[in-house]
């Protein structure tokens, strides 16, 4: 029996896939529990069954290359074949949770409010800042108690539009930051504590603990909503907070061309990696309004309510270009605030209104049950 190959055991394996890391979700494939099936033949080939977020996953490639590599390397195996199937959504839900837990918030940190909607697009420029304050201030006209996150560390812009550039926010008895307010809402970015010429180099922990702390060390009280604004692009920030705060939502922000709406889709593929769901799409910059109420399509039509139909999402609104929201913008008073007849202002209140009405029903404490609360005998 001197030519006896030992077969490798199935621990040795999983052992060995722990060394395949999913680039976006930047754990092991065995740590995010999607290692399906290892199977060990007599002749040391060993078929393994990743289990993937969607079937039509991008990563293939590279999770087949780095399964074989990892998998070849274990003494006695003598072939590996990879196939792949995806997550029921109760083992996308366990993802997702398990992605909130390690180094996620603790639950009840942010247990006092109703819905976190994050405002990203993938895309620089399309508006996501404007919106976020401008949707800000009519949820607060809406009687909605509201604050905004600054989640752009790199390119903060919130402090500038609410009109509050280099103030700082105060730290009360409890050791916790207060937010700043402005028209009604609270506000919190990096940009309170930071020199506004100096590059802020923020990557990988260093960033997520910037953002568990506005999160968690930031006395937001009781909200209704908290807006986050997301810098452009799909990467950390969107990872990061997926992970602090699996509870939120995403609201896309395009403009109405092929090429944003593209760039729109891939926010949402990634939104849907990480298990967060669209709440909506908005569409900005559709078309100008002149100030004598004359309407030009600057920028094409349509590409809101594509991307909302291809996502199967409400269009939340299509906020057309006008002068004074960016004159406003640029002068700390958001639109809605001092002009809610404008055109764009009337679109964005509409789309408040809008997730006003989507928003989950918030969670009273159970009231104490009136003529109810009688002893059980026995
Ligand atoms: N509907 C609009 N009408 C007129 N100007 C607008 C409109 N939406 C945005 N702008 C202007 O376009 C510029 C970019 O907007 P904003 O900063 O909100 O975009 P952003 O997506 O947050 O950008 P970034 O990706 O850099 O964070 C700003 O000057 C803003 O005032
Ligand atoms: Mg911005």
Redo the contacts with the bound molecule.
């Keep these: 029996m001197a030519d006896t190959v030992t077969l490798p055991a199935e621990d040795q394996i999983r052992e060995a896939l722990k060394g395949v890391i999913d680039p976006e979700l930047k754990r092991s494939v065995v740590e995010l529990g999607m290692v399906r099936s290892v199977v060990i033949a007599e002749n040391g080939h060993v078929a393994v069954k990743i289990s993937l977020t969607t079937g039509g996953c991008p990563l293939k490639g590279t999770f087949t290359t780095d399964t074989n590599e990892r998998v070849m390397a274990v003494e006695g195996v003598a072939s590996v074949d990879v196939t792949f199937d995806v997550l029921s959504p109760e083992e996308k839900d366990a993802l997702k949770k398990k992605l909130g837990m390690p180094g996620g918030l603790p639950t009840g940190a942010l247990a006092k409010i109703g819905s976190i909607l994050c405002i990203g697009?993938g895309?620089?420029?399309?508006?996501?800042?404007?919106?976020?304050?401008n949707l800000a201030v009519a949820l607060a006209q809406e009687g909605k108690s509201v604050g905004v996150l600054d989640a752009?560390v790199w390119?903060y812009?919130i402090p500038r539009?609410f009109g509050l550039g280099g103030q700082k926010p105060p730290v009360n008895a409890e050791r916790k930051i207060v937010p700043l307010e402005a028209h009604g809402v609270k506000v919190m970015s990096i940009g309170f504590f930071v020199d506004e010429d100096s590059a802020v180099v923020w990557r990988g922990p260093m960033l997520h603990k910037a953002l568990a702390q506005f999160l968690q060390d930031v006395d937001w009280g009781d909200l209704d909503f908290l807006l986050i604004?997301l810098?452009?692009g799909t990467g950390d920030v969107s990872m990061t907070l997926a992970q602090l705060v699996p509870q939120s939502e995403f609201v896309l922000?395009t403009t109405p061309q092929d090429t944003a709406q593209k760039v729109a889709r891939r926010a949402a593929e990634m939104a849907d990696k990480v298990s967060i769901p669209v709440a909506g799409v908005i569409e900005?910059?559709?078309g100008?309004v002149t100030p004598g109420g004359e309407r030009f399509e600057i920028f094409g039509k349509g590409g809101g309510q594509a991307l909302a139909d291809e996502i199967d999402v409400p269009l939340l609104g299509s906020?057309?270009?006008?002068?004074p929201?960016?004159e406003q913008?640029?002068a700390g008073e958001p639109i809605v605030s001092v002009n809610p007849d404008d055109p764009?202002s009337q679109a964005i209140r509409s789309a408040a209104r809008g997730l006003v009405a989507m928003a989950p029903v918030r969670v009273q404490p159970a009231p104490e049950p009136i003529g109810l609360s009688l002893p059980m005998a026995g």
């Design positions: 697009s895309k620089g420029g399309v508006g996501k800042s404007s919106l976020t304050s752009d390119g812009s539009m604004d810098p452009p922000v900005n910059m559709a100008f906020v057309p270009i006008t002068m929201l960016r913008a640029d764009a």
